[in-house]
């Protein structure tokens, strides 16, 4: 029968392999593979003939054009493998772009003074043996007020202008942390002393003028041992203040004071000057804010199961704003949240610039 002689079936086959391997896409493969191997595409129409012949040229017939059809169908299997690769070949061929080239300026992002400051901060603690910890920022009553020895009814409490959340089902109030400090409390319930921990994070009070925003900054430092004593605390802070700073005579001013977490409590001073206008940190004949700290109030350790017996520590907490704002220059607290690239531009750093206390800590923004 006319098209199913050897003849016929190689250059049946010779064309469809042919255009298997000219096919340049898979909607064009498959365009020929149904052409082929469909219903109705030219090797099973050749398939059909074959009920019309007698049984031994079937036989002949029907072997040779299985052969024919395994050919085909082996081509197209090839090409499905190969023409993915090819696509994937060519599109990181027009896509490759070269790593090493500098950036555009203009196109170069800036890391946030806020968020260089807490680098710089836990860079230091973290020289000093300190392990970063977290809390929630929502929290409850007890972590953020009562395990922290400030009871309902105490006039702190005031003082922090706390946002309330809704009632739960149980009447309970959470609250948005007023400072990092509920985070002592969970990391002394889930560990055994010793502990060294500074935890960065948001904070929120119902405040907001130049110098206050509704939510800011803290960093959090806990320390428990046997033995802690108020002259680990001094160190610590002295060394912490002239590493941040960059000054190494930095005159630093314990000062006594009063937190319900701590007892004794002093706020820490750092020397500066105001001469001809400009505020100068270091050596002079005035004093800045920057820290609260304390030694951990025998009453916090019980309600965290402690012996007060047997461990003491140090904690302390400070405003990143402030102490970012004091280092950099940077004259309004509100800027930090406007979110205006120009500011960017001025205040931001360097992100690959990761502040390490080898390389120092006081690289100039921008
Ligand atoms: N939690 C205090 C605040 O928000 C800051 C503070 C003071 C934290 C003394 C401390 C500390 O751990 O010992 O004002």
Request: net charge negative.
């Amino acid at each position: 029968m006319q098209g199913l002689d050897a003849q016929s079936l190689k250059s049946v086959s010779d064309e469809i392999v042919q255009a298997v391997d000219a096919a340049e896409n898979l909607e064009a493969l498959d365009a020929i593979r149904v052409n082929a191997l469909g219903k109705k595409g030219r090797i099973s129409l050749l398939m059909r003939e074959l009920g019309g012949m007698d049984a031994d040229a079937r036989k002949a017939a029907g072997q040779a054009l299985n052969i024919v059809k395994d050919q085909v169908a082996a081509a197209l299997e090839a090409k499905q493998f190969v023409l993915p690769q090819a696509a994937l070949n060519e599109k990181l061929a027009t896509e490759a772009i070269d790593v090493s080239l500098p950036s555009r300026p203009s196109r170069e992002a800036r890391l946030h003074p806020l968020s260089r400051t807490i680098e710089e901060v836990l860079a230091i603690f973290a020289e000093m043996g300190f392990q970063v910890a977290e809390g929630p920022d929502i929290e409850s009553d007890y972590y953020n007020f009562t395990a922290l020895n400030i009871p309902p009814e105490h006039p702190a409490r005031q003082e922090h202008d706390t946002f309330y959340l809704p009632a739960n089902a149980d009447g309970q109030r959470k609250v948005l942390r007023t400072h990092t400090s509920p985070v002592q409390i969970r990391t002394m319930e889930a560990k055994e002393p010793p502990i060294r921990i500074i935890v960065p994070g948001r904070t929120y009070r119902s405040d907001h003028d130049a110098t206050h925003s509704p939510m800011f900054h803290q960093c959090e430092g806990l320390v428990i041992g046997d033995g802690i004593h108020m002259g680990h605390l001094k160190g610590c802070l002295i060394d912490f203040c002239r590493a941040f700073f960059g000054v190494d005579d930095l005159p630093v001013r314990f000062r006594p004071s009063y937190f319900p977490f701590t007892e004794p409590s002093a706020e820490v001073d750092i020397g500066c000057t105001r001469d001809g206008g400009g505020l100068k940190i270091g050596a002079g004949d005035d004093w800045l804010e920057i820290l609260g700290s304390g030694m951990v109030n025998p009453r916090v350790l019980a309600n965290c199961g402690y012996d007060p017996e047997k461990y003491q520590g140090f904690a302390f907490g400070m405003g990143i704003e402030r102490i970012a704002m004091l280092k950099y220059g940077i004259p309004d607290l509100r800027t930090f949240y406007d979110s205006d690239l120009r500011w960017m531009r001025h205040y931001g750093f360097l992100p690959f610039d990761a502040p390490s206390i080898h390389a120092g800590l006081v690289g100039g923004a921008g």
